[in-house]
């Protein structure tokens, strides 16, 4: 048997019967990680309702632990982050709810809630997407320095929302320094650097470079990876 079978993104009619048959022989305590890759394998390949159905049998399957279901939850909610930003929200806070300290996830999931709740605008998800980011500067301690640009984007968006300029301009810059952040692990070149579009690294300097003055607001005030 090969051991890559739940990696496959193959969901033909006879991939499926394959992928079905090998789970049912599976030990029943493997069978959550075995749905949940195999979720990942359909969703990068553009099959995300395929993807969606088998994250939701982890969540239903009684063998699956907390970690089961709280990565699984996240990758449930990234799947709705563009479609459905209120139903990805309510996603992300149940991931926080099985896992506090995020432990068993990517750990950004507040970050990733934190910058849907700005794009929905209401003032009570303003102060919720603000307690979200403090708790992670505070808390997470990722050696990654993507995950900490991606704190500074959000804090961008946080502090332009309280209509505080300077800290904007000093979480844009920031952001921008952590583009030349070299790999953390050697052996794994890409994990953890900064891969960000042409649109938003010209947003990030724009707002780096402004000559803004104004009024402050309370804002998270540690610096990452100093």
Known sequence: MRDDW???PDWSPAGRADFEHRLGRARPRSRPQ???IKGLALNATGEIAAARDLWQRVLDEPTASWVDRATTTEHLADSYRASEPARAADLYRRVIELSPTGSGTSGTQRIKLAELLLTMGALGDLEEAGR?????VENAHSPFPSDH?????????????????????????????????????????TVGIVHADD??????????????TGWRRRRPTKRPLS
């Open 132 to 136: 979200h980011l403090e708790w992670w």
């Open 149 to 189: 640009f991606a704190w500074n984007v959000a804090c961008v968006g946080w502090a332009q929302a309280l209509g505080d300029k300077e800290a904007a301009q000093s979480a844009a810059r920031r952001a921008l320094e952590l583009t030349s952040r070299g790999p953390v692990f050697s052996r794994h070149p």
């Open 199 to 212: 649109a938003t690294l010209k947003w990030l300097r724009s707002v780096a470079t402004s000559r803004w």
């Open 6 to 8: 739940f990696r496959s």
């Open 34 to 36: 075995y749905l949940r």
